[in-house]
């Protein structure tokens, strides 16, 4: 490694780059690949360099997934100025995420971090991309106080569809239509998919 390099690395650097190594750890070969030893060796630093930063394993994919969260909510707020349908503009961005972020995507929503409440950047991440769906909730005319268990289905529908998407057992090639034709609001028309939905792979 370049003298820069483990400059600009002890600067303060590493981080990030242990995340982003990480990162594309998650998504070449599934979870169950990342360690700190292999991450340190991807970014080319000294496997004790990442103890810094990491106190073990789980808390270097906390902080992937937190980075994840923070980038769905991302495409949740951008969905979620659509004027035609906020809501399902928002599933639509979900389902979309899921298919291009699988590895992060699966991290995230993974048993390796069920207790989400040990990693308060985890945690604060993923509640506010929740937020974007009760907004998304709140605009199809549902009160506020209603909103946090309302958001729950519309959340639980677009989640669903993402892993059977995921898993093969819905066609990717029909993934738009099938979440337009199923979160378009009662009322308004899901017809401007001009594809109709395929069948349930068997």
Do not use: C
Request: positive net charge.
């Amino acid at each position: 490694m370049s003298t820069s390099k483990k400059q600009r690395y002890h600067h303060g650097d590493l981080r990030p780059a242990l995340i982003a190594a990480a990162r594309t750890l998650v998504e070449e070969s599934g979870v169950g690949a990342v360690s700190l030893r292999q991450t340190a060796r991807r970014v080319g630093v000294s496997a004790p360099a990442t103890y810094r930063h990491f106190a073990n394993k789980d808390s270097l994919l906390a902080a992937v997934a937190a980075e994840g969260f923070r980038d769905l909510g991302a495409a949740l707020a951008a969905a979620s100025r659509n004027e035609r349908d906020p809501l399902s503009a928002m599933g639509m961005a979900y389902v979309r995420f899921a298919l291009s972020r699988r590895g992060v995507f699966r991290l995230m929503f993974g048993p390796e971090l069920a207790q989400r409440a040990t990693y308060p950047e985890l945690k604060s991440a993923a509640d506010q991309a929740f937020q974007w769906l009760q907004g998304g909730v709140q605009t199809r005319g549902r009160a506020a106080q209603d909103s946090h268990l309302a958001a729950i289905a519309p959340w639980a529908l677009v989640h669903g569809l993402a892993q059977l998407f995921l898993d093969g057992l819905l066609p990717e090639t029909e993934a738009e239509a099938i979440t337009e034709a199923i979160t378009t609001a009662p009322g308004r028309s899901a017809g401007d998919a001009k594809r109709r939905p395929g069948r349930v792979a068997k």
